[in-house]
């Protein structure tokens, strides 16, 4: 069965310091979508993207975060530089226009810690 | 802009019981998409079971099911028999049913921890 992958699993960096989260999402699905979900909360929504375009953005602090998916595949999400705040769960979904619901598939996260 | 609301952090329940989560909604909308996502430990979300605005009738996937009412803006999740496999975050989650652009994106409620006891 297809999932979408994430990596890393886990990442520990410390203030200030660069990290990159990388998504492959389900073959075919057009739709990505970035995530961050904070301990106690459910998740909320970065950024989505339609093929290569980026749909929504608003809630990406702009000046911090980045995100692209160069070739309508596989996308990266920026932090540079990370600060304490961004420890969270960073989750990527993916989804089909043409299917039912427009169903969003999530992968296992990136786990963030900021030090 | 719509919110989620889950007001029980945390639910337990016996193994082979019945147990209810609750979650309340609040949008404008007249149509719209409402979800109950699992998120076990350390695995991905995954969909529960999913409700349209427009159909008066509750859905359900085998030993779970919803209690959708329009007018109060509540949607809770009933799982029967439960097993020890259903412990997990449950989030409560709407979608507008609006086609294009970011009407795709999910509100996501803060979730319930559900313990399942043997």
């Known amino acids: 069965e297809a999932e979408v992958a994430q990596s890393p699993r886990y990442k520990i960096t410390e203030k200030s310091q660069a990290v990159a989260f990388w998504c492959d999402p389900i073959?075919?699905?057009?739709?990505l979508y970035w995530y961050r979900q904070i301990l106690g909360q459910g998740p909320e929504l970065l950024v989505q993207?339609?093929?290569?375009?980026?749909?929504?953005d608003s809630q990406l602090p702009k000046d911090r975060f980045s995100a692209e998916r160069l070739k309508g595949v596989d996308s990266t999400l920026k932090i540079q530089p990370a600060e304490l705040g961004d420890s969270a769960m960073y989750l990527c979904?993916?989804?089909?226009?043409?299917?039912?619901?427009?169903?969003?598939?999530f992968g296992p996260g990136t786990r963030l810690t900021v030090l | 802009a719509q919110t989620v609301t889950q007001s029980q952090p945390e639910m337990s329940v016996q193994e082979a019981e019945t147990v209810t989560l609750s979650c309340t909604y609040d949008?404008?909308?007249?149509?719209?998409?409402l979800f109950w996502y699992k998120q076990p430990p350390s695995r991905q979300m995954i969909l529960v079971i999913r409700?349209?605005?427009?159909?008066?009738q509750n859905a359900t996937e085998n030993r779970f099911s919803v209690n959708f009412q329009k007018a109060a803006k509540s949607f809770s999740l009933k799982i029967s028999d439960s097993q020890l496999g259903d412990a997990a975050m449950y989030f409560c989650?709407?979608?507008?049913?609006?086609?294009?652009?970011?009407?795709?994106?999910?509100?996501f409620g803060k979730g319930t921890l559900l313990t399942v006891n043997p």
């Open positions: 993207f339609q093929d290569e375009s980026v749909v929504d």
């Open positions: 979904a993916s989804s089909d226009l043409a299917g039912a619901y427009n169903e969003q598939f």
């Open positions: 073959s075919g699905h057009a739709t």
């Open positions: 989650a709407y979608r507008s049913a609006r086609d294009g652009g970011s009407n795709y994106k999910l509100t």
């Open positions: 409700q349209e605005a427009y159909k008066q």
């Open positions: 949008t404008s909308e007249s149509d719209y998409y």
